[in-house]
């Protein structure tokens, strides 16, 4: 019985550290804002269930109280920041205009430093 259980929490860890790295590819590779905190939701979300798994100990003792405690912290925190990331994601769009990062002006169309500041 012990076994069974020492393998769900195998399998805990393994999703969790899955769900990290969905998270860091949608991170990494896409640009639209919206869809990095989505990424980094699944991010916290696999960093979350993936420190619950580590934090059972045996069967007969269960799992440690400290772990869960931060993890429902945590919870809470990514909830707010999620709030925050989407508050500004709304604020930048209504400014620019845009809701992905673009890349700037390319090089040679940006100004020249000399030109700033008065010859030389």
């Not at 969790?16 to 990095?36: D, E, K, N, P, Q």
């Not at 798994?53 to 993890?71: E, K, M, V």
């Not at 912290?73 to 994601?89: C, F, N, P």
Request: net charge negative; glycine share 14%; no cysteine.
């Amino acid at each position: 019985m012990s076994g069974a259980l020492g393998h769900s929490a195998t399998l805990f860890a393994l999703t969790g550290a899955a769900l990290v790295g969905i998270g860091l590819y949608g991170f990494v590779a896409r640009t639209h804002l919206l869809r990095r905190v989505l990424a980094f939701n699944v991010i916290g979300s696999g960093v979350f269930l993936f420190f619950g798994a580590t934090g059972f100990r045996r069967p007969d003792l269960g799992a440690d109280p400290a772990p869960q405690a931060l993890i429902i912290t945590g919870i809470i925190v990514a909830l707010s920041l999620t709030a925050l990331a989407l508050a500004l994601i709304t604020r930048y769009a209504a400014l620019s205009g845009r809701s992905s990062l673009e890349d700037e002006a390319p090089d040679d169309e940006a100004p020249d430093a000399g030109d700033e500041r008065g010859g030389g």
